[in-house]
């Protein structure tokens, strides 16, 4: 007995909830008959009374109450919500909206990685340029720390003052040789020995050689210089030819990055466009009461 009474409170307890369920199907039923109950009060008109005996009949064993399932019908209450969800056209448009968007953030960070990549390119290329440019101010110091002094004037022998040893040597060296001649033979006649005598050669060949070695050295600076001169030249010219496709090269990326951004900019306009005219599609639907507000709520 006290078994008995138990399963009746448990039945009794599960009443409410069955009763709900059973409403539940009911209405869900009336609105799937609807259209047809319409339809039949059209075939009305026409003349077919045995299909609307037929379909009565199939309404009426539709709305017969059926044995509580506990909380099985609850539960298939509960997921029928989601069918119609799924059911919604709308939603294969939101999903296809979702598809492009994330293609188009796909590509967008593509795009951001290239770009990325062409400045990292860039860098490399201005830190290779500025080592050019300090290599060749390097050559430039170089070459007027090594520009070679103006030419030295040849040596000019200047009179040195005589001593008075000289003077001694000189008066001593005035001698009085006696000449005869045919005129006079008894007249003696002095000849100066100093004047007669010629500058030293040995001082000479000093001097043309001091001026030789001197000669030779400002050969060589001005043919290092010519060399230095042909070598900058050429390496401006190198460096002009880098620049300058350096420059072509930037300027065919720059170009080739403005024709990749501007097509992106044109799909998210287009991407906004879409979600502007979806967003008053629905308000528009939800408004007319076409389609209900919970269609568009996704199920948690």
Do not use: W
């Amino acid at each position: 007995m006290g078994a008995q009474k138990r399963g009746v409170n448990v039945f009794v307890a599960r009443l409410p909830a069955a009763a709900i369920a059973t409403t539940e199907r009911s209405a869900s039923i009336k609105e799937r008959t609807q259209p047809l109950e319409e339809a039949e009060q059209k075939q009305e008109t026409i003349g077919e009374p045995r299909q609307k005996h037929r379909r009565q009949a199939q309404q009426k064993h539709e709305l017969q109450p059926q044995p509580a399932a506990t909380g099985n019908m609850i539960n298939g209450a509960q997921a029928v919500k989601p069918q119609a969800a799924n059911r919604n056209p709308l939603n294969h448009v939101a999903e296809a909206n979702d598809n492009t968007i994330q293609s188009l953030r796909n590509e967008n960070d593509q795009l951001k990685q290239c770009i990325a990549e062409q400045r990292a390119k860039m860098q490399e290329m201005n830190a290779k340029l500025n080592q050019l440019i300090n290599a060749q101010q390097q050559k430039q110091q170089q070459q007027v720390t090594l520009t070679p002094p103006p030419p030295l004037s040849p040596p000019q022998s200047q009179p040195r003052p005589s001593t008075p040893t000289e003077n001694n040597t000189n008066s001593a060296m005035e001698v009085q040789v006696p000449v005869t001649t045919e005129a006079n033979s008894e007249e003696p006649e002095t000849i100066d020995v100093a004047r007669t005598s010629e500058p030293a050669p040995k001082k000479r060949a000093l001097e043309y050689a001091r001026e030789r070695r001197v000669n030779a050295r400002l050969d060589s600076l001005e043919e290092r210089q010519d060399r230095l001169e042909q070598t900058m030249k050429a390496n401006y010219e190198t460096l002009s030819q880098v620049i300058k496709a350096i420059t072509d090269r930037l300027d065919a990326t720059n170009a080739r990055l403005d024709t990749l951004v501007t097509p992106v900019h044109g799909m998210q306009s287009t991407i906004q466009g879409m979600q502007t005219k979806l967003d008053a599609l629905i308000h528009a639907l939800t408004a007319s009461g076409l389609i209900p507000q919970q269609a568009f709520t996704q199920p948690q």
